[in-house]
């Protein structure tokens, strides 16, 4: 993944799929209605021939064999992950309420008249495909062992993206920062001191407490919360205690933030742990408005951190051509192509910035595959790694990515001031990320708290 302010110089023909939102809360309009008791571990093997209506969320409904259908794919994907699995029934309870409130925000795209063509899904496949180094049609035969229906696998991504839409209009748009606060970041940053590459490795467990939720049924909710603290500090698994128990949208993911610095780390985490920063595997609970975290710093390490602004860094000036294997262009002759096209630029036969115009797929092809002069940081690992071992004027061999496979020319290198306005777009965008994740949070919960539930008794 490109990582910095740049990413969208080796990126513009991918389609980026967001996560399926997972934040969920106990609707205050639910009605319980009884029905015959069901034998929930067929979830996992689909045996279960006949389907009834399991939910029913505002005017739809979420029935026994999609529910089957998701849990299944749930359960797929936390072995994948090598996350235990919960018990049956908390893992069904985990999925209804991701479920219920997919179907939330699927009507509120609805009535906004937000839609997703079939040409957009198409391409959000083959980028999945391409990320997976598949084809299509491997990806298809991967679903189907999966026991994964290829059309639910498209109406899944379909409404992603609808879902992504929504939140990009409802929420991303909404989020401002502040001059004021991006003085008070890079202020901060310019007093940093050895620490500042530090990162932690952070995982946690949302349980939100209900709205008017009384004194001790707030308190019982922190006692909880207390309770899952004891029982990974005595060493169950984090990731089985945050897909049972946890309502973030990581739940399913094991609680998993991954490695952040502290400036990316929710303010009420950092407080928790910046007294045991280098404590390894240290559980803790924290209270914010309206909820409590189970807190796990799992480790901390050196990481890289942006410069500030007037300090000297290392930049190259690059050219890349950007070629796509597909089932009409198989990898073998995307490698011959290739391979071909730098030979004749370093026979002299032709020129590096008229074969990107030729050939590229790119929209950089316009511009003779140019990308200008790129930081550290500023592109994927491997195509990083291949530029940064060649000469000025030297062409690299057919380097692969996640978004194809590249023939890179480096034209020069320089050590350049660092620029303030990257800077102050590095702490934007910091900033924004920061507060991202809690506007989501309540935004999701307000369309689970408007949605009217009905949930049939014994589903789970």
């Given at each position: 993944m490109i990582t910095t302010i740049n990413r969208v110089?080796?990126?513009?023909?991918?389609?980026?799929?967001?996560?399926?939102?997972?934040?969920?809360?106990?609707?205050?309009?639910?009605?319980?209605?009884?029905?015959?008791?069901?034998?929930?571990?067929?979830?996992?093997?689909?045996?279960?021939?006949?389907?009834?209506?399991?939910?029913?969320?505002?005017?739809?409904?979420?029935?026994?064999?999609?529910?089957?259908?998701?849990?299944?794919?749930?359960?797929?994907?936390?072995?994948?992950?090598?996350?235990?699995?919960p018990s049956m029934g908390e893992?069904?309870?985990?999925?209804?309420?991701?479920?219920?409130?997919?179907?939330?925000?699927?009507?509120?795209?609805?009535?906004?008249?937000?839609?997703?063509?079939?040409?957009?899904?198409s391409a959000s496949i083959e980028q999945i495909a391409r990320n997976n180094k598949l084809t299509v049609a491997e990806l298809r035969e991967r679903l189907q062992a999966d026991d994964v229906s290829y059309s639910a696998f498209r109406r899944q991504i379909r409404d992603e993206i609808m879902m992504q839409r929504l939140r990009e209009r409802e929420v991303d748009s909404q989020l401002t920062i502040p001059e004021s606060e991006v003085d008070a970041y890079?202020?901060?940053?310019?007093?940093?001191?050895?620490?500042?590459?530090q990162e932690y490795h952070v995982q946690h467990i949302l349980l939100p407490i209900p709205p008017g939720a009384s004194d001790r049924e707030a308190d019982a909710v922190g006692d909880e919360a207390e309770n899952i603290a004891r029982q990974a500090r005595q060493g169950e698994d984090f990731g089985k205690l945050a897909a049972a128990h946890s309502k973030g949208e990581d739940a399913l993911q094991g609680g998993d933030l991954g490695w952040r610095d502290a400036s990316r780390l929710p303010s009420i985490f950092w407080q928790a742990i910046e007294n045991h920063r280098t404590e390894r595997n240290y559980v803790t609970v924290v209270q914010s408005s309206g909820a409590y975290h189970v807190v796990k710093l799992v480790d901390n390490r050196d990481g890289v951190k942006a410069k500030l602004a007037g300090v000297p860094v290392e930049q190259t000036h690059a050219r890349h051509?950007?070629?796509?294997?597909?089932?009409?262009?198989?990898?073998?002759?995307?490698l011959s192509r290739l391979h071909d096209i730098k030979r004749r630029i370093e026979a002299g036969e032709t020129d590096f910035?008229?074969?990107?115009?030729?050939?590229?797929?790119?929209?950089?092809?316009?511009?003779?595959?140019?990308?200008?002069?790129?930081?550290?940081?500023?592109?994927?690992?491997?195509?990083?790694?291949?530029?940064?071992?060649?000469?000025?004027?030297?062409?690299?061999?057919?380097?692969?990515?996640?978004?194809?496979?590249?023939?890179?020319?480096?034209?020069?290198?320089?050590?350049?001031?660092?620029?303030?306005?990257?800077?102050?777009?590095?702490?934007?965008?910091?900033?924004?990320?920061?507060?991202?994740?809690?506007?989501?949070?309540?935004?999701?919960?307000?369309?689970?708290?408007?949605?009217?539930?009905?949930?049939?008794?014994?589903?789970f």
């Open positions: 110089r080796l990126a513009t023909l991918a389609v980026l799929v967001a996560a399926v939102p997972a934040f969920a809360q106990e609707a205050q309009t639910i009605r319980v209605i009884e029905e015959p008791a069901v034998n929930a571990d067929a979830a996992l093997t689909g045996s279960r021939p006949v389907d009834r209506i399991v939910a029913v969320v505002n005017n739809d409904v979420i029935t026994e064999y999609e529910l089957q259908n998701r849990v299944r794919q749930v359960a797929i994907n936390l072995r994948q992950q090598n996350i235990e699995l893992l069904r309870n985990q999925v209804i309420e991701r479920l219920i409130l997919e179907k939330a925000i699927d009507q509120r795209a609805k009535e906004l008249g937000i839609r997703v063509d079939e040409q957009m899904v890079l202020a901060e940053e310019a007093g940093f001191t050895s620490g500042d590459t051509i950007l070629m796509f294997v597909s089932d009409m262009t198989p990898e073998s002759e995307v910035a008229t074969m990107a115009r030729l050939t590229s797929v790119d929209n950089s092809a316009t511009r003779g595959g140019d990308l200008g002069w790129l930081n550290a940081g500023d592109t994927v690992p491997e195509f990083e790694s291949a530029m940064n071992r060649l000469q000025p004027g030297e062409v690299s061999e057919p380097i692969r990515t996640q978004y194809g496979y590249h023939l890179i020319q480096v034209v020069e290198r320089r050590t350049a001031a660092g620029d303030a306005t990257r800077s102050r777009l590095a702490a934007r965008m910091a900033l924004r990320e920061k507060k991202l994740s809690e506007a989501v949070y309540n935004w999701q919960r307000e369309l689970r708290d408007r949605a009217y539930v009905e949930i049939r008794k014994d589903s």
